[in-house]
Structures are given as C-alpha cells and as structure tokens.
C-alpha cells in the first residue's frame, strides 16, 4: 500500500479500501476557513490565552499536522490496551497491515509527545474507524484532545498547609481512583478538568 509516500507490505491484516486511502491527507482540520479548521482555532486561541506559563508563554502547545499512519504499538499497546481486547478487532480498524494502522484516535500520539518531554499539549487529527454511515457515523472524523500532566508543586501549590500532599502511594484500586494516586491527587486533577471543560464550553457557545 502506498500512503502519504511511503510503502507498507500487505499481509492477512491489511484490510484498508481505496475509497478511505483517498480521504488520508485531505487535512480538513488545516484548511483555513472550513468549519472544522475554525472550531480548531477557536480552541487553540482560548488554551493560548487563559493557560499561560510563568514568562505568558502559551502553556499548551499544539500538534495538528501528525501522520495519520501510526503503528499499532502506538494505537493500542502504549495506552494500556490490552491483547484481547475488543477496540483492537480487524472488524473496527483501517490496518494497513499487522504492524501499522491508520489511528482510531488522536491518543495514539500521547506517549511519544509526553516521552519528547512535553506536559501540556493539544493533539488535533483525522482518525479512522469501520463505522456504519449513518447520521450519526462515518469511518472518518476529527479528533482534538488535551493532556496536562501535573508536577507535585503545580498540583498542591494553591492548598493550604498542601506540602505534606502527595501525588502517589502504594495503595488500592477502588471505585473512586487508581491505585498508585492519593486521593487528594485525584480530587484536585478532577476539579482541575471540569473547570477548564466547562470554561472552553462558555468560550465556544456562551454564558447559559
């Protein structure tokens, strides 16, 4: 198969049609004024301006022009996925072979962005997954997704008495959190993920 310039052999996995290897490149997200590419920006322009670092530098930096080919290492395995299970079946997937797909997700970027040492970032894609069309469906769409990882000190520096806090334990999994975070970890990272949702939800659509 020949995409975006280079080759992938096919083999018992390759299962990617024609028809969804001339939507890859299209780039609809980067085509300046398409209604996808306008809601991209008015994301960024809010993260640019209310999530600034100590020097008003922009604290998120943003990824929109990533290979939509990943591996499956990258889709799957670096996000915990695990062997068997369903959202890795040939029936949902573009694979191009056994080792490389077209991403079902913009979290296939996560590990190598937080591994190039990044903490705060945006990732913004087209993904591809074997969906039915219908009105609600189709195999290709857009992602755009943020990951904010969180120091000891960002964490805890606005809570009284909080240098006695900690991030991690040697504790339990239970209904309420993972079992490597306290949870003080927890609450403050939930509260810090509702405030900036519901804060880009009144920048797009408005007080109400």
Known sequence: VE???????????SNVTEKILSKVGKNLHNRKHHPLWLIKEQVKDHFYKQYTGRHGTPLFSVYDDLSPVVTVQQNFDSLLIPQNHASRRKEDNYYLNRDHM?????????????????????AVGDVYRRDT??????????QMEGVRLF???QLFSSVKDGEGLR???????????QECHTMEAVRLVEFN????????MTHIFGDG
């Open 102 to 122: 077209l991403r079902a997700h913009t979290s296939a970027h996560q590990w190598d962005l937080m591994h190039s040492g990044l903490d705060a970032f945006l």
């Open 3 to 13: 995409l975006l310039g280079k080759a992938y052999a096919r083999d018992d996995y």
């Open 167 to 177: 991030l991690f334990e040697q504790g339990h999994r239970t209904a309420h959190k």
């Open 151 to 153: 120091s000891c000190h």
């Open 133 to 142: 069309i219908d009105n609600t469906h189709y195999p290709v769409f857009h």
């Open 193 to 200: 993920l509702k405030q900036v949702l519901t804060k880009l």
